[in-house]
């Protein structure tokens, strides 16, 4: 029985003969059967993105905390008609959004940078046979070849051979080479410089090493100063009302 979502560090950990277990797999393959039921289990090995439109991305930019704290001041300035007042809350509201919708811009630009690099071909064994198949058809518990000049399809814990040469500095940032054998893990999307072995696909789309760092890319946001500063003062503004409700209390 197929387990779902291994873990990258289990993976690491865990001997040849164990992942084999752990998947249902053997060094002979999957059949074409099986392959068919775990895409359905596991989906296909892409990374996906949720498609949310420019405008809407821009105008969840006006929604949280800070958001809420200069839209509140922009509503009294109105009240008591501070239209100065009002003119520059404003413009800090929209400055603020637009910080924020160019980081997330940015994070999708780095996003398709990745993907760019990931594997379109494998080879894999299925039935006993190699076969060339599309990448984003593999399913854990595959087992695939890997050769010079190769990008790794997906993550793979390698079985047999003598050794690999990995670039993998798009991923860890290495500058050179790392030498893989039997036991070591090829994350998807590194390339192989030298040698040629066999491998287990232990993770497939967002489960991969590379999914997850796209992940992170996506949802990772940088606090600006300004942002620091607006959180700073709503802070403040948060202990002076209950240090002034504390008085109240104290006087009766």
Request: hydrophobic letters at 40%; aromatic letters at 6%; proline letters at 2%.
């Given at each position: 029985m197929a387990q779902k979502n291994l873990d990258t560090k289990a993976v690491e950990k865990a001997s040849v003969e164990e992942l084999f277990q752990t998947?249902?797999?053997?060094?002979?393959?999957?059949?074409?059967?099986?392959?068919?039921?775990?895409?359905?289990?596991?989906?296909?090995?892409?990374?996906?993105?949720?498609?949310?439109?420019?405008?809407?991305?821009?105008l969840l930019n006006f929604w949280g905390p800070i958001p809420w704290m200069i839209e509140v001041a922009a509503i009294l300035s109105a009240a008591v008609k501070h239209w100065t007042d009002l003119t520059i809350i404003l413009i800090m509201l929209f400055f603020n959004a637009g910080i924020e919708f160019?980081?997330?811009?940015?994070?999708?630009?780095?996003?398709?940078?990745?993907?760019?690099?990931?594997?379109?071909?494998a080879k894999v064994l299925r039935d006993g046979e190699?076969?060339?198949?599309?990448?984003?058809?593999?399913?854990?518990?595959?087992?695939?070849?890997?050769?010079?000049?190769d990008v790794v399809p997906a993550d793979v814990?390698?079985?047999?051979?003598?050794?690999?040469?990995?670039?993998?500095?798009?991923?860890?940032?290495?500058?050179?080479?790392?030498?893989?054998?039997?036991?070591?893990?090829?994350?998807?999307?590194?390339?192989?410089?030298?040698?040629?072995?066999?491998?287990?696909?232990?993770?497939?789309?967002?489960?991969?090493?590379?999914g997850?760092?796209?992940?992170?890319?996506?949802?990772?946001?940088?606090?600006s100063h300004f942002q620091k500063a607006v959180l700073e003062i709503g802070d403040f503004l948060i202990y002076v009302c209950i240090a002034l409700v504390g008085v109240i209390i104290i006087m009766g």
């Open positions: 998947l249902g797999s053997g060094k002979e393959g999957l059949s074409i059967q099986e392959v068919e039921k775990r895409q359905k289990e596991y989906g296909v090995n892409e990374i996906t993105e949720k498609q949310v439109s420019p405008l809407v991305k821009f160019y980081q997330e811009f940015q994070a999708g630009n780095a996003i398709e940078q990745l993907k760019k690099g990931l594997a379109l071909k190699w076969k060339e198949v599309e990448a984003r058809e593999l399913v854990p518990g595959d087992v695939i070849r890997l050769r010079l000049g814990k390698l079985v047999e051979g003598d050794y690999l040469s990995i670039d993998q500095a798009a991923l860890t940032g290495e500058s050179l080479p790392v030498a893989k054998k039997v036991g070591a893990v090829a994350y998807s999307s590194s390339i192989v410089k030298q040698g040629e072995m066999v491998g287990l696909v232990t993770g497939t789309g967002m489960n991969t090493y590379f997850k760092t796209a992940q992170l890319v996506s949802t990772a946001k940088n606090v």
